[in-house]
């Protein structure tokens, strides 16, 4: 059976242009058109980078908790205590995937991209 790490990486390492490469702190990280889109630390917690104001909506949904290293950033962390939290993270990691995405195909067409802080 695979781990919670190993499903969660499966799934992201089948996104178009994501590539997974060991993150600095250990863990699992995934990056998309040169910018990170989240990390693992082993099955049991998720970091991602939002801008300040959608760490804030995520925060203030319940659906992520603010970084446990850097709080006024706009990093979050998930905590995964179990398969069901699974489709959370992976909620996440799909947010910011397609927010980069999109600011991919902005910068492509040579078109400002501003992202509110």
């Known amino acids: 059976m695979a781990s919670i790490r190993e ?5 992201i390492a089948g996104w178009k242009e994501v590539e ?5 702190y250990g863990g699992v990280e995934f990056r998309v058109k040169g910018h990170e ?6 099955d049991r ?3 991602l980078p939002f801008p300040v104001k959608m760490r804030k909506k995520l925060v203030a949904e319940g659906k992520a908790q603010l970084h446990h ?15 069901k939290d699974v489709e959370g ?17 902005h910068e492509d067409r040579g078109e400002a991209v501003v992202e509110e802080s």
């Open 7 to 11: 499903k969660i990486e499966r799934e």
């Open 20 to 24: 997974v490469r060991s993150h600095r």
């Open 37 to 42: 889109i989240g990390h693992l630390h082993g």
């Open 45 to 47: 917690l998720a970091d």
């Open 69 to 83: 290293v850097l709080p006024q950033t706009g990093w979050v962390s998930y905590r995964i205590q179990s398969e």
């Open 89 to 105: 993270a992976l909620e996440l990691f799909r947010l910011n995937y397609e927010r980069l995405m999109e600011r991919g195909r």
